[in-house]
């Protein structure tokens, strides 16, 4: 049973040292009891609380990971409802789902494989393969479902899927799968003896799905009791809009520790038609789907829902960096010029594109600003002379070049004398405001 935050905080040092955060020990023992930071915050909790404390510290949503030869994909351990009350943790692992029957299984596994975009300094790739096994055990679906998993298995080391009611096919091919941690599809009030077993067997995660929530929640009781932990829940529905109220309920009552739904979920984004997979994926994404199951092998499908997934799995407190440091662009030599921005990442990637695209080369020195775009970090006192010419000394930018010139961008030509200052044997010039002026500006004035 859930702990209030006042039984919590008898169990916590009462010292008010500050250190996890809060200003006092009630206070963080209030967010503890609403699920809105972590035990490990506190740095003095004794051992014997952390016992006490586990069941109250413990995410709202169970932490399910699968992994597959140093690759993994963890979902749950969510502990809010929308975004802006903390942030959502862990990204829904997006699958392709192929047949294990399909001649070209290896190869379409292969293809989608190697996808790999780059948006704002990030690889993005899918996360994985759902294989789904074809008829009943009479039409040799076991044999099937293991060469199906053997010929994935050679073209990547992505973690998998396996849908099947046949436990026996199950069994088998999860002995393929050594030293993994895989998810199979799926139990049901017919099955879910069985499935539990092989579950449990192989250390697996269990799917669950039931016409209803409550049905869900009992099913959910008698699978644990079986001794399965990992579980994730398919919520069902019949069309978007059923499935959509399912999700927010079942996230609503696992975030008021009703533990029978304090499960991922999995959905199909093909389940109504592919016309319309795109549309149900996104909001799948958008509304607590752990696992997202996709049919289609479309770049121009895939790509908007990885940077969707990203944009809502990004805290919305922490602005998108890049690593500060010194970028080399278009082969710069001695003599190129320095430019120098923050590293907010929209701002690093808007001057780097310009200055690439134009052909010109230039040493772009990226600041330490906290995530923060030129003028809110001037604003803020993180973008500065003194930041900049630490990173101008720090990163030793003086040795890669034979002509000291650096660049400031146009909205902070305020700070031009005071770098100056700081800089005294580098000439300091001032940019254009926006970073499509840049091309121009470097053929016309650093020449």
């Known amino acids: 049973m859930a702990l209030s935050g006042i039984q919590i905080y008898k169990m916590l040092p009462q010292t008010n040292c500050k250190e996890c955060g809060f200003p006092t020990c009630l206070a963080f023992a209030m967010k503890l009891a609403a699920k809105q930071v972590e035990l490990g915050s506190c740095p003095y909790v004794s051992e014997e609380s952390k016992k006490q404390l586990a069941e109250s510290a413990a995410p709202p949503i169970r ?103 046949d436990a026996a096919a199950l069994d088998s091919s999860l002995s393929l799968l050594v030293n993994e941690s895989t998810l199979i599809y799926a139990a049901d009030s017919s099955n879910y003896e069985s499935l539990a077993d092989v579950a449990k067997k192989h250390k697996a995660v269990l799917v669950v799905k039931a016409d209803s929530l409550d049905d869900l929640a009992d099913l959910t009781q008698k699978i644990q009791a079986k001794g399965v932990e990992d579980m994730v829940l398919d919520l069902g529905g019949k069309n978007l809009s059923e499935w959509l109220a399912r999700s927010t309920q079942a996230r609503r009552l696992a975030l008021k520790n009703f533990k029978p739904l304090g499960y991922p979920s999995i959905f199909f984004a093909a389940q109504n038609g592919l016309d319309k997979e795109a549309v149900y994926a996104a909001q799948a994404i958008a509304k607590y789907a752990g696992f997202v199951v996709i049919d289609t092998f479309a770049p121009e ?80 006192g993180k973008f500065d002379a003194e930041r900049i010419a630490k990173a101008i000394k720090g990163f030793d930018v003086a040795s890669k070049v034979s002509k000291k010139r650096i660049v400031l961008p146009g909205h902070v030509a305020v700070l031009s004398g005071e770098v100056e200052e700081e800089l005294s044997d580098w000439e300091v010039r001032v940019g254009p405001r926006e970073a499509v002026d840049l091309p121009a500006f470097m053929k016309q004035a650093l020449n």
């Open 63 to 165: 932490l399910i990971t699968l992994k597959s030869n140093g690759t993994e994909v963890k979902v749950g351990n969510e502990v809010v409802m929308f975004r802006h009350e903390k942030t959502f943790y862990n990204k829904p692992g997006l699958f392709l789902r192929v047949k294990a029957s399909d001649p070209d299984i290896a190869k379409k596994v292969a293809q989608a494989d190697a996808y790999k975009v780059n948006y704002v300094g990030m690889d993005f790739t899918l996360n994985g393969f759902a294989i789904e096994a074809d008829g009943d055990a009479s039409t040799g679906s076991a044999q099937v479902l293991s060469a199906a998993v053997k010929a994935v298995r050679e073209v990547t080391k992505r973690p998998l899927i396996l849908i099947g009611s």
């Open 301 to 380: 499908m895939i790509y908007p829902l990885l940077v969707l997934r990203e944009n809502i799995y990004t805290d919305p407190q922490k602005p998108i960096q890049v690593q500060p440091g010194v970028y080399e662009i278009n082969s710069p030599k001695p003599e190129s010029p320095v430019l120098v921005t923050t590293n907010f990442s929209i701002t690093y990637f808007a001057v780097a594109n310009e200055v690439e695209g134009s052909g010109l080369p230039a040493w772009l020195v990226v600041t330490d600003a906290e995530g923060m775009s030129v003028l809110t970090a001037w604003a803020a």
